[in-house]
């Protein structure tokens, strides 16, 4: 599949507020990722490595320990297995996450 709508595309409830639309290859997955306001992804990690770029809005990141306000055109990159975290502030966020490989927890 080389073209995705993007209305189209699987999506998942993370946590209460935060949503994620999904599209994934053999080795990538690619995560338009919506944080409503005051909405919590709690501490945790997994064995992917995760990039990103903040799109739109700003929200709170904890990775590794350090805590930030990101806003759009920040990006990060987060190895496989460090703790991190998210916290809405008053408005909606969208960042894009790219996971490789390609989550397969998300994908059901």
Known sequence: MAFIDRNQMKKKELVPGTTASLAWGEKIMLSVVEIGPGSVVPMHSHPHEQAGIVVEGEFDFVIGGERRRVKPGDMYII????????????????????????????KT
Do not use: E, T
């Open 79 to 106: 190895p496989g297995g460090v703790q991190h975290s998210a916290i809405g502030l008053d408005r909606k966020a969208v960042a894009l996450d790219i996971f490789s490989p390609p989550r397969d927890d998300y």
